[in-house]
């Protein structure tokens, strides 16, 4: 049985508290400012966030990984990479969310990328946080470069079976992903029906601006929520999608 890490046990208290995870996304490439990355990150923290991932789909390197990470030491929450390859890797990380693209139709970004990062992850002393990875709906960039299947967003029967998939590999979460920037969410309804037929942990993000939508989705089942592009277009909203989960939280 693989021994938990600090942040990995961290997490699932959580979980085990009935308390939903919530997770800001910091794209390293849309970062102009590290002043203004500080103030956003102390107002998230501030309003409850449970961690940060840091990671992007295009243009990131590892100097300006390890820049953001630096910011973020400050804060007392776990500080996790969100990989789109293995370019993202830091020992400046708390974790990084192991992830294999379950829905892609490249090899590499199944189990490829997993094996040249392995040895990496292991040599600088990173917890790895086991994670499927499932592209739903719109899928955005993601989707273009991981070569996805897309998983259609009325389609929650194909998402049990790749939750299922991922729960009997032995992965401790799955994150069911609509795209940075999506239209729409990954539905409730297929949040709800995952978590019906599944015990996997389920993380979702794509598409999240509102406190609504987001109370929906952890009412539906879902244990941890990822915003990213509402933190950068409108950080109040931000701060009341975080606050709204807490509420759920006190009222169950």
Known sequence: MRIKGKTAKYLQKLIDEGQPIHFSLIDPDKVKDIQSLSKVASSLFKAGTSAFLIGGTLGVSKEKLDSILSVLQ??????????????????????????????????????????SASIIVKTIGLEPIPTGYLIVGHGGTAAHIGRAR???YDNPELAVAYALAAEYMGMEYLYLEAGSGAPDT??????????????????????????????ELVKAGAKA????????????????????????????
Do not use: H
């Not at 993202?88 to 990328?113: H, P, Q, R, T």
């Not at 015990?199 to 999240?208: A, F």
């Open 150 to 152: 897309v998983v259609p």
């Open 74 to 115: 400050d804060f007392s929450v776990p500080k996790i990479i969100f990989p789109s390859n293995i370019n993202l890797i830091s020992e400046k990380a708390d974790a990084i969310l192991f992830m294999s693209l379950l829905n892609s139709d490249d090899l590499y970004y199944v189990i490829g990328a997993q094996v």
């Open 225 to 252: 929520l990822v915003t990213g592009n509402v933190i950068e277009t409108d950080i109040e909203r931000a701060i009341k999608i975080i606050e709204a989960m807490q509420r759920v939280y006190r009222i169950e």
């Open 186 to 215: 990954v539905r409730p309804e297929m949040v709800k029906f995952v978590s019906k037929y599944s015990e996997i942990n389920l993380i979702v993000g794509g598409g999240i601006r509102t406190p609504e939508r987001a109370v």
